[in-house]
């Protein structure tokens, strides 16, 4: 398995942004499709973004779409999560998470995903 460790969460205002990053260590990450996922205070967790082995293909949550933008640097080992006009319902604990799967649905699933990280807090106060 690949060992994550997300990092850049913290409070922001609503309308605010935020870029996480997600650096792993002990396999290279150009193996896995990698995601966010994200779990609000008494929520299931939830897809939020995920990109392909090769950066070429993204796929996004509806309630992300168009404010949210994944991306990765294989040669540095790190993905990214950009967000921007950020609401106070994108406050959550977001995990980054690696996935071996291809499929169109097999990749917006948590249970797809076979290393997490610990997450990283985001609040958005309005």
């Known amino acids: 398995q690949v060992q994550l460790v997300e990092s850049g969460g913290g409070l922001v205002q609503a309308g605010g942004s935020l870029r996480l990053s997600c650096a792993a260590s002990?396999?290279?990450?150009?193996?896995?499709?990698m995601g966010w996922f994200r779990q609000a205070p008494g929520k299931e967790r939830e897809f939020a973004a995920a990109?392909?082995?090769?950066?070429?293909?993204?796929y996004y949550a509806d309630s992300v779409q168009g404010r949210f933008t994944i991306s990765r640097d294989n040669a540095k080992n790190t993905v990214y999560l950009q967000m921007a006009s950020l609401k106070p319902e994108d406050t959550a604990v977001y995990y980054c998470?690696?996935?071996?799967?291809?499929?169109?649905?097999?990749?917006?699933?948590?249970?797809?995903?076979?290393?997490w990280g610990q997450g990283t807090q985001v609040t958005v106060s309005s």
């Open positions: 002990g396999r290279t990450i150009s193996n896995y499709a």
């Open positions: 990109i392909s082995r090769g950066g070429g293909i993204t």
């Open positions: 998470a690696a996935t071996t799967s291809t499929s169109y649905s097999g990749i917006r699933r948590s249970p797809s995903y076979d290393s």
